[in-house]
């Protein structure tokens, strides 16, 4: 074995072994802060160091007695790339506040993350979140009951999205689909039951300049049980089945 040979084989196994210890690492953060929030010490979490974790899905899912998530604002999430879930359930969390300035950057699923929160009133701590390599947005703020505008996402950039079935849906007290007028959906495949049960809103002119002719999964997208929807705007629209 010559001493070029060696030295990669020598490389290869520090590299593993560094790899090891940073996922071991990242398991024994997660696991704290899992323990941390079954004791409902919320308050303990804010300072903990999470900047190494990749995976955030399902940490605080059904945590019935979170109400904020100031406590989160010094959270250095710039690595994270899976956010499913996070909220799953948090039913009485009453404000997105705290998330204003994490660095959701490098994050490719959003699916379900605040699914069920159902006393939020306001998306606008979400303004500037950068979501540009997200894919997966599906059910993201399905059951939003309290939410009434969709205008602190109109600088969101979905253009990489390509699952958004259910993700407005049964947000009862929306009141327009204003700040969506700009979203680049040309990627998008699965727009199934978007904003089923949305039936607050009166017209879908804010998206009538919308492509979507990727779309093979439309069925029930624009679907309501109730409410005199303007249709016309969308007539242009063409899918592909």
């Not at 997966?136 to 969709?150: A, G, N, R």
Request: a positive charge.
């Amino acid at each position: 074995m010559n001493k070029e040979t060696l030295i990669d084989i020598l490389t290869a196994r520090s590299d593993y072994m560094k790899k090891l210890k940073l996922n071991k690492f990242r398991n024994q953060i997660k696991e704290r802060i899992k323990k941390l929030i079954k004791k409902q010490e919320f308050n303990e979490l804010e300072n903990i160091d999470v900047s190494f974790i990749k995976d955030f899905s399902g940490l605080f899912q059904d945590c019935k007695n979170l109400t904020s998530l100031k406590f989160l604002k010094k959270w250095n999430v710039h690595n994270g790339k899976d956010f499913r879930d996070m909220f799953f359930g948090c039913s009485n969390l009453e404000s997105l506040e705290g998330l204003e300035n994490w660095n959701v950057k490098n994050g490719t699923n959003f699916s379900y993350m605040f699914f069920e929160c159902g006393n939020i009133k306001s998306l606008k701590p979400l303004k500037n979140w950068n979501v540009s390599k997200g894919i997966h947005f599906q059910t993201m703020f399905c059951e939003c009951k309290l939410i009434k505008s969709l205008k602190p996402l109109k600088n969101w950039n979905v253009s990489n999205g390509r699952i958004f079935a259910r993700m407005f849906e049964k947000c009862f007290n929306l009141e327009s689909l204003k700040g969506l007028e700009n979203w680049n959906l040309s990627k998008g495949e699965d727009f199934r039951w978007m904003f089923y049960d949305c039936y607050n809103f009166k017209s879908f002119k804010p998206l009538k300049k919308w492509d979507v002719h990727n779309g093979i999964s439309i069925g029930s997208m624009l679907s309501l049980h109730k409410g005199i929807i303007l249709f016309k705007p969308l007539e242009k629209l063409t899918f592909r089945y």
